[in-house]
């Protein structure tokens, strides 16, 4: 939304609220007070297009702060790299023989090769072997219930 919609909805402002002054002379004209004037269709029709276009001014506005914002953000970034990479180049051999300190333990190895196994495409034999016992202890758990 550049300068092109701003200026457009601008004009759009500045011609609802001609309408709204053209037509409150014409109710004033005609006799009508103000209670019934807040009344009338058009009169509330042409003060919410007013509204509508405060609120996309105002909307516009933010997005050109922040445009303008991001573009000062962006400067600074473009400048500071120049310095961050010489302290960066420096930093780098310190901190090599810390981070072999603290690497992390690794995983045992049977998880490794379960995963190998899955990734494969070969059949789990695992699940079957579950299945089945699960069917087996129920079997054997009635005649243990039927000797007590």
Do not use: W, Y
Not at 43 to 64: Q, T, Y
Not at 97 to 126: D, F, I, T, V
């Amino acid at each position: 939304m550049g300068l092109k919609r701003k200026q457009i909805v601008m004009r759009q402002k500045a011609t609802f609220e001609q309408e709204l002054k053209d037509r409150l002379s014409l109710l004033s004209g005609k006799g009508i007070k103000s209670p019934q004037v807040d009344k009338d269709a058009l009169v509330k029709e042409l003060k919410a297009d007013i509204k509508a276009s405060n609120r996309r001014l105002r909307r516009i506005a933010e997005n050109e702060k922040r445009t303008e914002e991001m573009a000062k953000i962006k400067a600074e970034r473009a400048a500071a790299p120049k310095k961050d990479q010489e302290g960066a180049k420096t930093e780098k051999p310190k901190k090599a023989p810390q981070e072999g300190k603290a690497k992390k333990p690794k995983a045992p190895e049977g998880a490794k090769s379960q995963k190998k196994a899955e990734s494969s495409g070969e059949p789990k034999a695992k699940p079957a072997k579950k299945v089945e016992v699960t069917k087996e202890e129920p079997a054997a758990a009635a005649p243990a219930k039927a000797e007590k």
